[in-house]
C-alpha cells in the first residue's frame, strides 16, 4: 500500500483519540495511492457492553454509503477500510477476518494501540485468510 504521509497519520490520530474505543472509516485510492481518510461514526460503541464486548467496530450504515459516494464522486474509488485495536496489535482479528467477505478486494489498515505503541499494519483478507501488505509511506503533495 502506498500511502501519503499525512493520511497515515490522520488515522493514527483517530485511533488515539477514539482510544479505549475502535475507531473505523474508508481511505480513497487514487492511482494506487491512499489519498485521503474519511472517518465514519462506529456505531458499535453506542450501547454499553461488558468489557470484552465494549473492543468492536460497526460502521454507520448511513454515513457509509454518503462517504461511498462522495469518495466515487471524486474520482477516487475505496481502497482501504481502517480501523483500531486498542488493546492488541495491528493484525486482523478473527472478527475482521470473517466480516472482511462483506467488502471484497479492499484492504485493511488496522492500527493497535497495544501498550501505547503504535502499530499499524495493512492486510489484503480473502477467503477469511489474511496477508500483510507492506506499507510505503510517501510525501503528501
Given at each position: 500500500m502506498k500511502i501519503k504521509q499525512?493520511?497515515?497519520?490522520?488515522?493514527?490520530?483517530?485511533?488515539?483519540?477514539?482510544?479505549?474505543?475502535?475507531?473505523?472509516?474508508?481511505?480513497?485510492?487514487?492511482?494506487?495511492?491512499?489519498?485521503?481518510?474519511?472517518?465514519?461514526?462506529?456505531?458499535?460503541?453506542?450501547?454499553?457492553?461488558?468489557?470484552?464486548?465494549?473492543?468492536?467496530?460497526?460502521?454507520?450504515?448511513?454515513?457509509q454509503l454518503m462517504v461511498t459516494q462522495v469518495i466515487e464522486d471524486s474520482g477516487a474509488q475505496v481502497g482501504v477500510l481502517y480501523h483500531s485495536h486498542p488493546r492488541s496489535a495491528g493484525e486482523p482479528s478473527q472478527t475482521d477476518l470473517n466480516w472482511a467477505k462483506q467488502m471484497p478486494g479492499v484492504e485493511w489498515l488496522i492500527v493497535g494501540l497495544r501498550g501505547g505503541d503504535v502499530d499499524a499494519r495493512s492486510w489484503r483478507i480473502e477467503d477469511a485468510k489474511a496477508s500483510e501488505v507492506p506499507i510505503e509511506i510517501i510525501e503528501s503533495g
Open positions: 499525512a493520511v497515515l497519520d490522520a488515522v493514527v490520530a483517530h485511533a488515539q483519540r477514539e482510544d479505549p474505543n475502535e475507531c473505523c472509516g474508508f481511505i480513497a485510492v487514487r492511482d494506487g495511492v491512499a489519498e485521503k481518510a474519511y472517518r465514519i461514526k462506529n456505531v458499535a460503541d453506542q450501547q454499553p457492553r461488558p468489557a470484552p464486548l465494549r473492543s468492536a467496530f460497526y460502521l454507520d450504515p448511513m454515513q
